[in-house]
């Protein structure tokens, strides 16, 4: 989800926000349309440019 977040929406982020967007995401699907999610980016990707996350 890191790699996808970076070249689809420009969200350069690590691993921890990945996991929250993935979850937010299956919570919308369970939930349906019409309902607000929320969720927030708690790190940057910097720390992971040389893991498997980016490599």
């Not at 967007?21 to 919570?27: D, R, W």
């Not at 349906?32 to 720390?47: F, M, S």
């Amino acid at each position: 989800m890191c790699k996808r977040l970076a070249n689809e929406e420009g969200i350069f982020c690590g691993g921890s926000t990945g996991l929250n967007v993935v979850a937010a995401i299956n919570i919308a699907r369970e939930l349906g349309p019409g309902k607000r999610i929320v969720t927030l980016g708690c790190d940057n990707g910097v720390k992971y440019l040389s893991s498997h996350i980016y490599a």
